[in-house]
């Protein structure tokens, strides 16, 4: 999607885990898993140029998929 201004970037991403990741509840230690994640990135254009850059990603999924949060069953 994109304005003048704007351009927004939806995108999905796979790797295997095998190095410490870092997050918000603290690094999760390598577990060797295949993993993905879904992320979006708005950017703010400027003459031309990258001034400003928004990120969304969905780490819980990532968490989840590690193991090191669990969802609440209903």
């Known amino acids: 999607m994109a ?3 704007k351009l927004a970037i939806a995108f999905r991403q796979a790797g295997r885990h095998v190095g410490p990741l870092p997050t918000p509840l ?3 230690p390598a ?3 295949r ?8 950017l703010t254009l400027s003459g031309g140029r ?3 850059i ?3 990603a969905d780490e819980l999924q990532r968490l989840v998929q590690l193991d090191a949060v669990a969802l609440a069953r209903q």
């Open 3 to 5: 304005t003048a201004d």
């Open 50 to 52: 990258i001034s400003q």
């Open 26 to 28: 603290g690094p999760v």
């Open 54 to 56: 928004w990120v969304l």
């Open 35 to 42: 993993i993905e994640g879904l992320g979006m990135d708005i």
């Open 31 to 33: 577990t060797g898993r």
